[in-house]
């Protein structure tokens, strides 16, 4: 029986193994190496968060993004882009040098057993671990419009699930969306010669502007610092202290997640989209029908009805909401124990421990309780080492020797292996 089982080969999941495994602990992890990065994404994507700001974690600091493209000939300067396919061969690259061996087998199933977890993969082996850490990324979170619900994938498509967007050339899409995937998504199309159109729901789109130089005057550093979340002391919050952010109210928790770091796009697309793409703003879709092949939409803005018109494909870049009950690999007993918030987020403790004992928590899943760097591979280094140790802490005392209630506010039924946990 290993001590851990990862589930999940993204920044993440990656991390997480590489920290385990320089803990000395007996470590599996499984699932196709950066598989959001590489199967997700369309080409010519680049990353919104600097390149220093981009790191995998392993525990000697030894195989960061800036090391990586120095050893390939490339450049790693803050204020440069980072395109998405350096970045999964970067992460590929971290793989190979910081990880015992991945097993790129998909999970079917997560379930309990004596002393433990029994993983199941997608051809049927059993592998047994003591503790679990699901790094499962954003792709089981996706989120589409409710409107949009009754039309099939040949119509509606989340952004997530697009690698290449040649299938749109010469074709009418629709993008739905005010924030990074929505407004580079249409650049891309627009580029490509697809007439494409944008649908916000917001008054007006916000652009980010150019960051800082990195040195700086004194007194502009103390003004607004950077951070792996942009500048400023609340991004600086976010980015470095997410113990902190834990320690703040549930209510707080909840607001801040749901709000900070709003939808944006990058300052290198806002040309790009200004120029060339078509903005619908303050809208949204009230209805979703197909006509002759075609999706027909009506929409609805703030103050009374909006335009109806036809597109042949929807793209919903509406993200993604991460719910225990998406968390479908779970097996129904342990899904159904987890403590949740009132947006039905799973609660994390200290350690990134679920309320369920052994079953860890990592990445998106857990911005309800460590704040909004959770949602960028900016978390990944924090997650890891405090994951590590909760692990650690697991395996020295026993899921027993650890449980005690779960904050107030928190809500969710009691763990049929013991108490709700801190």
């Known amino acids: 029986m290993y001590d851990l089982l990862v589930v999940g080969a993204g920044p993440y999941g990656l991390s997480i193994a590489s920290h385990a495994a320089g803990a000395g602990l007996d470590v599996r992890v499984f699932g196709?190496?950066?598989?959001?990065?590489?199967?997700?994404?369309p080409r010519g994507m680049f990353l919104k968060s600097e390149p220093w700001a981009s790191n995998l974690s392993d525990p000697r600091r030894r195989y960061?993004?800036?090391?990586y493209c120095e050893r390939n000939g490339m450049r790693a300067r803050h204020g440069e882009p980072i395109s998405?396919?350096?970045f999964a061969s970067y992460g590929l690259w971290f793989a190979r040098h910081a990880v015992p061996d991945v097993d790129?087998?998909?999970v079917a199933s997560v379930g309990a057993c004596p002393g433990g977890f029994e993983l199941v993969t997608d051809d049927g082996q059993?592998?047994?671990g003591r503790t679990v850490a699901l790094a499962v990324g954003v792709i089981p979170f996706v989120e589409i419009p409710s409107a949009l619900h009754g039309l099939g994938p040949e119509h509606v498509t989340h952004s997530s699930h697009h690698r290449d967007l040649d299938r749109f050339r010469d074709r009418d899409v629709t993008v739905i969306g005010g924030g990074q995937a929505a407004l580079e998504t249409a650049a891309l199309l627009a580029e490509q010669g697809t007439r494409v159109r944008v649908l916000a729901r917001s008054r007006r789109l916000s652009w980010n502007t150019v960051p800082p130089e990195w040195k700086r005057p004194w007194w502009q550093s103390a003004r607004a610092p950077h951070s792996g979340l942009g500048c400023g002391w609340r991004n600086w919050f976010y980015a470095e202290v997410p113990g902190g952010?834990?320690?703040?109210?549930?209510?707080?928790?909840?607001?801040?997640?749901?709000?900070?770091?709003?939808?944006?796009?990058?300052?290198?697309?806002?040309?790009?989209?200004e120029s060339r793409v078509e903005v619908l703003l303050d809208h949204e879709v009230a209805t979703a029908s197909v006509t002759s092949g075609r999706v027909r939409l009506a929409t609805v803005g703030s103050t009374g009805g909006g335009p109806d018109f036809e597109t042949d494909h929807v793209i919903a870049a509406t993200g993604f909401k991460a719910t225990g009950a998406r968390l479908g690999l779970l097996a129904p007993e342990v899904r159904g124990s987890l403590a949740v918030n009132a947006a039905d987020e799973p609660y994390a403790s200290t350690g990134f421990e679920s309320s369920y004992p052994g079953l860890f928590l990592a990445g998106l899943v857990t911005a309800g309780s460590f704040g909004p760097a959770m949602r960028?591979?900016?978390g990944a280094s924090f997650t890891a080492e405090r994951l590590v140790r909760g692990v650690r802490r697991s395996l020295r005392h026993g899921p027993a020797g650890s449980a005690v209630p779960a904050p107030a506010g928190e809500r969710g039924?009691?763990?049929?292996?013991?108490?709700?946990k801190h």
């Open 32 to 41: 196709r190496p950066m598989a959001s990065w590489r199967d997700h994404m």
């Open 64 to 67: 960061g993004l800036a090391a």
């Open 84 to 86: 998405v396919e350096t």
């Open 104 to 106: 790129e087998r998909m």
């Open 126 to 128: 059993t592998v047994r």
């Open 245 to 273: 952010f834990r320690r703040l109210p549930e209510a707080t928790r909840a607001r801040i997640s749901a709000s900070a770091l709003g939808p944006a796009g990058a300052w290198w697309v806002r040309d790009r989209v």
């Open 376 to 378: 960028f591979v900016q």
């Open 413 to 420: 039924r009691r763990s049929p292996l013991g108490a709700v």
